[in-house]
């Protein structure tokens, strides 16, 4: 690909994040070399704009075709606490909300269908992974 696969939309606090930058860039040489696109981001696009519908500012999704979705957050210690098992339920809240506003079910299906294709992922696996 001669663009940068990687589409990148984060809050601020993950942007910064050292091994943010990192896992951007080892996730875009990855996808240039599968010839596909994928998407790091704050949340679901199409609910605002800015990025900033949520009160956990630390979490992140990681979507790659033919791969799990893979919400993680830049705190490690973080990582099994209530705001973070929040930030998960309301990603999944509001991507079944825009299933139904785009009428996307007929593709996706319901959430009971997809929500266990959707995995928590330490950021230091994810590093180690790729």
């Given at each position: 690909?001669?663009t940068?696969?990687?589409?990148v939309?984060?809050s601020?606090?993950?942007?910064?994040?050292?091994?943010?930058?990192?896992?951007?860039?080892?996730?875009?040489?990855?996808?240039?070399?599968?010839n596909?696109?994928g998407f790091?981001?704050?949340g679901?696009?199409?609910?605002?704009?800015?990025?900033?519908?949520?009160?956990?500012?630390?979490?992140?999704?990681?979507l790659?075709p033919?791969?799990?979705?893979?919400?993680?957050?830049?705190k490690?210690?973080?990582?099994?606490?209530?705001n973070f098992?929040?930030?998960v339920?309301?990603f999944?809240?509001d991507?079944s909300?825009?299933?139904?506003k785009y009428?996307h079910?007929?593709?996706?299906?319901r959430?009971?269908?997809?929500?266990?294709?959707?995995?928590?992922?330490?950021?230091?696996?994810?590093l180690?992974?790729?």
């Open positions: 690909m001669t940068n696969p990687l589409f939309k984060l601020p606090r993950v942007e910064e994040d050292t091994n943010v930058k990192k896992l951007e860039t080892t996730i875009s040489e990855y996808l240039d070399n599968l596909v696109s790091l981001l704050s679901p696009l199409a609910t605002d704009p800015k990025g900033e519908q949520y009160d956990y500012k630390d979490g992140f999704i990681l790659i033919n791969h799990k979705v893979m919400i993680s957050t830049v490690g210690e973080d990582f099994k606490t209530d098992s929040d930030f339920s309301d999944e809240e991507l909300a825009l299933s139904d009428d079910k007929s593709v996706i299906g959430r009971r269908t997809w929500e266990k294709l959707i995995v928590d992922v330490s950021l230091d696996d994810l180690e992974a790729v």
